[in-house]
C-alpha cells in the first residue's frame, strides 16, 4: 500500500499521495503542514452561566433563566458531559455547594402563584436570594400544588387513613389506587408465567 508523500510519514494515502492528516490540512489550510492551531480552552463556568440570567429586575427580583428549560420548567445548564438544573449552579456559584442529600426550594413562589406547576416562572428562577437549602420531604410540604386535591384521579377521599404518604419524599398517593394497581400487577405476572388465565 502506498505511504503518504509527505517526509517522515508512512501512514497510508487516502487522497493526492498525502495521508488522512496532511489531506486534511491541505483541503483546510492549503498547506499540508500547516500548524492547527489549539482550540482554546472553555471559559470558566460563571463567565458562560450569567449571561443566560436575566438580572435587570434587581437584586430583590427573580432572575429568570433565558437558556433552555426541561420538560418541567426548569432551567437547564450543560457543565461538560452532564447538565445540571440552572438554579442549582446558580446556587453552588453564589454561596457554594449544596449539602448532600438536601434539594432547593424557591422561597419566591407563594400560595398566590397559580400557575399550573410545569409552566410555573418560579422554577427558572436563579436568583441566589430566593432559594434554600431544604430536605427534600420539607421542599415537598412547601410547595404550592393545585393538583393536592382532597380526591385522587379514580374519586377515592385521600383522608388521613387512604393517603399513602413517602416518609423521605413526602410523595402522597391514594391506597387503594396502589392496592389495585399492585394487585394487577401479580396477576398480569402470574399469567405471564402460565400459573393461571386471565
Not at 456559584?93 to 402563584?113: E, F, N, R
Request: with cysteine; proline share 9%; hydrophobic share 30%.
Amino acid at each position: 500500500m502506498p505511504t503518504c508523500s509527505i517526509s517522515g510519514c508512512d501512514r497510508p494515502v487516502v487522497g493526492w499521495d498525502m495521508c488522512s492528516p496532511h489531506y486534511q490540512r491541505w483541503e483546510k489550510y492549503g498547506d499540508p503542514l500547516a500548524h492547527i492551531p489549539i482550540r482554546a480552552r472553555k471559559a470558566p463556568v460563571a463567565e458562560r452561566f450569567w449571561p443566560h440570567v436575566d438580572t435587570t429586575g434587581g437584586p430583590a427580583a427573580c432572575w429568570p433563566w433565558t437558556g433552555s428549560r426541561n420538560a418541567y420548567g426548569y432551567g437547564s445548564f450543560a457543565t461538560g458531559k452532564k447538565s445540571m438544573l440552572a438554579h442549582r449552579q446558580a446556587y453552588e456559584l453564589v454561596q457554594g455547594p449544596i449539602p448532600q442529600g438536601m434539594v432547593l426550594d424557591h422561597v419566591c413562589h407563594t400560595a398566590s402563584c397559580t400557575v399550573p406547576a410545569r409552566q410555573c416562572p418560579h422554577r427558572a428562577c436563579c436568583n441566589p436570594a430566593h432559594l434554600a437549602v431544604v430536605s427534600p420531604l420539607d421542599n415537598n410540604k412547601r410547595r404550592n400544588n393545585p393538583k393536592r386535591v382532597s380526591v385522587c384521579k379514580k374519586g377515592h377521599p385521600l383522608n388521613a387513613t387512604n393517603t399513602y404518604v413517602h416518609r423521605k419524599t413526602g410523595y402522597r398517593a391514594c391506597r387503594l389506587c396502589r392496592l389495585r394497581h399492585t394487585r394487577a400487577f401479580y396477576r398480569r405476572r402470574q399469567a405471564r408465567d402460565g400459573a393461571i388465565q386471565i
